[in-house]
């Protein structure tokens, strides 16, 4: 009689179940974060507004070039560089007041919840009403310096520097217009808005984009203009 063959025992079902269920699950679980296309879109579009603003600076910077010393020197001479540097402080801190109303739209807070005095208990609707206002001054200041720049017989076709100077600063002081608009807009949408939400901060955010770029190129454009002469 031959040697006895040594076989396994059967495997059954409730084995592989119990072999299953003490091996541990490998899979990752991936949390995939979009980038906001509001925001993307609006970094999208400032950047071309640099390049919109970089062409300002070369026709700038070329008729300085080609332009007669001596006849170049008689625009700058006419500019008021203390009012422009008061304008220009201002449109600084109504950067510095967007940012905080943007703050407190990012912690959803539409209003103060305290009293007028109160800054640290200011909302979003306090902080960008004053940044309005800031930018408003803004503009009653750049308005008052052509008018003072008219009387004096500087305009916009009366020599290359006027054309450069009110093309340059004039195309500025549209877009910030086009922010203040952007303000009220911010504003009303906080008011409409039933539960003051991520849309409502969003809309806060991307437009303090917009005013900050501002902001950056008015005194890239106010060292040029007012102080590189």
């Known amino acids: 009689m031959g040697p006895t063959a040594h076989t396994q025992p059967p495997i059954s079902n409730n084995d592989y179940v119990s072999t299953a269920s003490i091996t541990p699950s490998t899979t990752p679980?991936?949390?995939v974060n979009r980038p906001n296309p509001v925001s993307v879109g609006t970094i999208v579009w400032l950047?071309?507004?640099?390049?919109?603003?970089?062409?300002?600076?070369?026709?700038?910077f070329t008729v300085r070039a080609t332009l007669p010393s001596e006849e170049w020197a008689q625009g700058p001479s006419h500019l008021n560089v203390p009012q422009a540097l008061i304008v220009t402080i201002v449109l600084v801190l109504s950067s510095v007041t967007c940012q905080f109303g943007v703050i407190?739209?990012?912690?959803?807070q539409?209003?103060?919840?305290?009293?007028?005095?109160?800054?640290?208990?200011?909302?979003?609707?306090?902080?960008?009403?004053?940044?309005?206002?800031?930018?408003?001054?803004?503009i009653a200041g750049q308005v008052l310096e052509y008018a003072e720049?008219?009387?004096?017989?500087?305009?916009?076709?009366?020599?290359?520097?006027?054309?450069?100077f009110f093309l340059a600063t004039g195309f500025h002081g549209l877009h910030v217009i086009g922010g203040l608009i952007a303000f009220l807009f911010v504003l009303g949408r906080t008011f409409t808005a039933k539960?003051?939400?991520?849309?409502?901060?969003?809309?806060?955010?991307?437009?303090?984009?917009?005013?900050?770029f501002v902001d950056v190129?008015?005194?890239?454009?106010?060292g040029v203009i007012y102080f590189l002469r």
């Open 47 to 60: 950047a071309s507004e640099l390049m919109f603003f970089a062409g300002l600076f070369a026709m700038y």
């Open 104 to 108: 407190a739209a990012e912690r959803f």
């Open 217 to 222: 190129v008015w005194i890239v454009l106010f």
């Open 149 to 164: 720049l008219v009387e004096h017989g500087l305009t916009i076709s009366s020599s290359p520097y006027g054309s450069v």
């Open 195 to 212: 539960n003051f939400g991520h849309h409502e901060a969003t809309t806060a955010v991307v437009v303090s984009y917009y005013w900050h």
């Open 29 to 31: 679980h991936v949390h």
């Open 110 to 138: 539409p209003v103060r919840t305290g009293k007028l005095w109160q800054l640290n208990k200011w909302g979003l609707v306090e902080w960008t009403t004053l940044t309005f206002i800031l930018g408003s001054i803004f």
